[in-house]
Each structure stands twice: as C-alpha cells, then as structure tokens.
C-alpha cells in the first residue's frame, strides 16, 4: 500500500512533542492512525536529541503478553531509560483490559511522554474525561481529503476528473489498494459493518441490530436535511418500524461517538444564539452513503455539501447551520475571531439556482466573508461581495 505523509496531523503532533498531556488520536477506524503514528515515529528519530522510542502496538502477536494491564504496566516501566527522553507510544491500546489503570500509572510518574490511539468505540472523546485522571489532548484523525487523494496518487492534471473520482471514491485510504470501484465499495461496505456490529452493537448491547441499521441509513440518505429524533421516529414507523424518540436520540449518540456522523447544530444569526431542535447530520466520509445505500441516486448537491463539510473541520473551523428569520445559509464557519457564511450547491447555472443561494447570504448584513461553493468548472469571481468558488478549486487551496 503507498503512504503519503499526512502534514497536518503529523504538525500537530510535532507541536505537541514534550508537553505533560496524554496524547490521544481519535478517529473513525481504518482513517490512518496506526500510519500516522509510524510517521511521528520517523519524526523522532530524525531528531539529534536522545530520544527511547517505546511503541507496543497491542494488534501484533508479540505483544499478546502485555493484553493484561499490570503486564503492560511492567513492561512499560522496564523499558524506560534514565537520562533519555522517553516517548510512549500504544496502538489499538483497548485490546488491553483496563488499560486506563496502567496509563494513568504511568501518567503520574512523568516519565513518559504518551501517545495512545484505540478504535474509536472502545476510545471515545467522550470517555477520555472519566478514562484518565490526567489532562489528555485530542487529536482528531479524518478520512483523507481531496488534497490527500491528489497526493496518495500522484495526480498533477486533470484534476477536474480527479475530483469527480473522489466524490465516488472518497477518503477511506484501505479502499484505495482497490482497482476497481465495485471492490472499493465492498471494502467501505466492510469498515461500515465492523463499526456498527463489532464496535456498537457489541459495546452498547443493542438488541435490534436491523432497528439500529435504519437510522444509520436513513441517515445517510437524508444527509443535508433538517433531522431530529422525533422526526426520524415517525419516518421509521412509517416504515412499520416501532421506534421511540429516545431510542433513536441514544442510537444517533452512538453513531457520533463512533466518527460515522457529525452533528451540525443551528445557529440563530439574528438572536445570536443556539437553537435546540433540528441538527444536520453529515457522514465522515461520503463513500459510506454509496456504498451502503448505492449509486443510483447521486444527488451531489447533498455530497458536495458533506465534503465541504468535512473539508472545513478539518481546517480547524467550528461549524453550524445558520437561520436568518425564514432563510437558511449552509454553514457559518468559526474560528476565534473569524466568521464565514456558506453556501454548497451543485449547478448554479440556471438563474432561480443561483438566486436561491446568494439571496440568503445578501440578507446577513455584517462584514464576514460570504461564499458560494459550486461546480462552476471555473475562476472565482466576485457577485455583490460573494465570492463564487468552484468546489474542485476551494479543496485545492
């Protein structure tokens, strides 16, 4: 399998190097953690300083002596050498039974600097709080990003086709060793039902598997749209599905904590605050929604908006649905002092299109950026102070 070096994430982790926090790496499974961490591992050893590197990866059967948490505690305290700098590092660290009880060992000490990644339903950005009795630090792992696919291929043309790939494809690095697109999908197919049948089912005990799949696919198919747990509740009973609103609240926080979706909460622009009912919810990667749901229907106006998403977690912003009295703007991105106003769309060729997306970002009347995401097969350009960016062009930025 090729491997690119993931900069971003390996920065972070630079940046991090040598503070006291217990460094976690999270992430849907399968999106490259285990290689990120061999990147930080050639990373350290570049450096001149004197550095014991202690990695225990806990899938690898040389290390099936230390899946009890006092082997791994002994093992960990034996490899520390006086007078260097000591970095730990631990793999799939969940296969360990109680594995908190040696980290956080080990944490009090301060003789280690710990890095530690875990399938993502056995390590939780929710759990980590109750997990550690030490400060952790998260780091948060996405599937690859179009930027990331041009590289893992080494595509320097044609990028427009390219970018139609990665819609279809999308970021999952495993199903990239695949020639063809069928055995990618098959390969997404299979990282979906390790997620919902090995990690959640098995983890949160959910007696009606088919029940829990319906809401996931369900919300597949509605990603973009206004959903809350009461209304996929009565969508789903229409199905003749007896499901009440607070088992699908509970089965949506599963599928949260999993990464498989990202909650886009509403943000009322004019009153300035939170609103509590209706989310949006997106998908880690759009592959799952062809793979799982199929390709019939395309509709990449809902994909494009899923990617650019995406897209904006990963460059750091904080990212909501705005409301403007009865308009709705795609996305109000924050970051610190910064605010941008978003709107996603397929084709904004035909005139009612393209006003139906400026109308709602002409109505906000502060001063923070305004755009227009498309597939414009174009240069930007400018539109009453909104700037016109095709979609393949913004990711490349």
Known sequence: MHLIVRQQYLDELVELYGTPDIKVITGIRRSGK??????????????????????????????????????????????????????????????????????????????????????????????????????????????????????????????????????????????????????????????????????????????????????????????GNLLSPNNISKALKNNQSEITRKTVSKYIGYLENAFLFYEAKRYDLKGKKYLANNSKYYLCDSSFRYAINGTRNMDFGRVYENIVYLELLRRGYEVYVGKLYKKEVDFVAKKRDTQIYIQVSDNIADNKTFEREYSPLLAIKDAYPKMIIARTYHENYDYQGIQVIDIRRWLQE
């Open 34 to 223: 285990s290689v990120l961490l061999q990147e930080f591992i050639s990373y350290l050893e570049s450096l001149d300083d004197k550095i014991n590197i202690v990695m225990i990866n806990l899938q690898e059967l040389e290390f099936d002596h230390l899946l009890e948490y006092h082997a791994l505690h002994k093992y960990i305290l034996d490899q520390y050498k006086e007078g260097m700098t000591n970095v730990l590092l631990i793999d799939e660290v969940q296969l360990c039974q109680q594995f908190e009880r040696a980290i956080n060992s080990i944490y009090t000490k301060r003789i280690y600097d710990i890095y530690i990644t875990g399938s993502n339903a056995f390590l939780l950005s929710s759990d980590l709080a109750t997990l550690f009795t030490g400060r952790t630090i998260e780091i948060k792992v996405f599937p690859f990003s179009f930027k990331e696919y041009l590289a893992y291929y080494e595509i320097n043309e044609n990028y427009d086709e390219a970018f139609d790939q990665y819609v279809r494809i999308g970021g999952m690095p495993g199903a990239y060793v695949y020639k063809n697109e069928s055995r990618q999908y098959d390969y997404i197919k299979d990282v979906y039902s390790t997620i919902l049948i090995r990690d959640l089912v098995e983890k949160y005990k959910i007696r009606n598997k088919q029940e829990f799949t319906n809401i996931s696919e369900f919300m597949m198919d509605n990603i």
